[in-house]
């Protein structure tokens, strides 16, 4: 028997920025990866999400920042699943707003899943854990699987719906990490990440490689981190983003993210740290990077950065929260 609810709940999920980076799926219905990844979930930017399930809805509806959406097909993968989860056969109306500065260039696909399933799960009466919140967001998109935990996080690629989820990393001592965010001028992304990641892992010679290299990766970024190495933590960082978009130029067709302004920050960091001032940056699926440091730098990095970018075009944050759902 299905029965249907009238319930609302809020949640509001940060974003994260992947250190060892996500890049292909091993099966695409369950956005189940290749292999595990490990992000920080950043303080400033954010989505807050209220979902409502409505008997008299005859379709699901999505408002994000009060603009009607007409793409549902990733929010309804965690519906669908929060429906089936619930028993209840109603559609739901969702409306979200990202709190993610236009100058941060940050996507919102984390922090907007991560929420989504928040709130879904809460206003279907659902008491769902974070693993199994975990899970539900990895369902809309597979970073927002990391997203419901804060600090740094880990997801744990596993083989299946049940055993692929995010969790906190633990005895991390490396704390004082800032993350300077340039914008790049950027053109409209023509590949999506999913696009993306299916052709580098259809194409690329180097893939196989690549998973040796993620598995080496977490095994030395996890050292660093509990071992309070900001150095290392920054080679591995930088080498690994790297590493990912050589398999973006090795594909076939060839592609990359890169525009000549991801380019120029490049330069600018080698500089900085020429200059003797620590700072890495990584770069996702796009063309804008994030500088990893350390709060005493940010400073001489924006002063820096300031001769050749607005400072409209620069900002600042540190390790962010988990999930906070309201009922
Ligand atoms: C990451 N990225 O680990 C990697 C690094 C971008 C580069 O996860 O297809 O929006 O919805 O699961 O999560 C961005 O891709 O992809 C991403 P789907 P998602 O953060």
């Not at 965690?78 to 109306?93: G, I, Y």
């Amino acid at each position: 028997m299905t029965t249907s609810v009238d319930n609302t709940a809020s949640a509001i999920a940060h974003t994260n920025i992947a250190l060892i980076k996500y890049w292909g799926k091993a099966n695409e219905k369950l956005t189940i990866p290749y292999t595990g990844s490990i992000s920080l979930t950043l303080d400033k930017f954010y989505t807050k999400t209220k979902v409502t399930f409505d008997s008299q809805l005859h379709a699901d509806k999505l408002f994000v920042n009060g603009t009607e959406q007409t793409n549902l097909k990733k929010a309804a993968r965690v519906l669908n699943r929060v429906r089936q989860l619930a028993d209840t056969n109603s559609f739901a109306k969702i409306e979200s707003e990202n709190f993610v500065p236009t100058s941060a260039g940050f996507a919102s696909s984390a922090s907007a899943f991560a929420a989504l399933a928040g709130a879904s799960a809460a206003a279907a009466g659902l008491e769902l854990d974070k693993p199994a919140l975990s899970r539900l967001a990895r369902l809309g998109s597979g970073s927002a699987s990391r997203s419901i935990f804060g600090d740094f996080v880990e997801w744990l690629p596993g083989d299946n719906d049940e055993n692929s989820f995010a969790q906190p990393l633990e005895n991390v001592t490396l704390t004082d990490i800032a993350v300077v965010a340039v914008k790049v001028n950027a053109h409209q992304k023509t590949i999506s990440s999913s696009e993306g990641m299916k052709s580098s892992a259809q194409t690329s010679p180097y893939y196989a490689e690549w998973q040796n290299v993620v598995n080496r990766d977490i095994v030395n970024l996890k050292h660093a981190l509990t071992t309070n190495n900001f150095s290392l933590f920054g080679q591995i960082s930088e080498a690994n983003a790297m590493r990912m978009h050589a398999l973006t130029l090795s594909s076939l067709p060839p592609f990359t993210y890169f525009e000549p302004g991801t380019l120029e920050v490049i330069n600018e960091v080698q500089d900085l740290r020429a200059q003797g001032i620590e700072c890495y940056y990584t770069i996702d699926a796009g063309p804008n990077v994030k500088i990893l440091t350390q709060t005493a730098n940010i400073p001489l990095i924006k002063d820096q950065l300031s001769k050749q970018f607005s400072p409209t075009k620069i900002s600042v944050a540190h390790p962010g929260p988990g999930i906070e759902v309201i009922k």
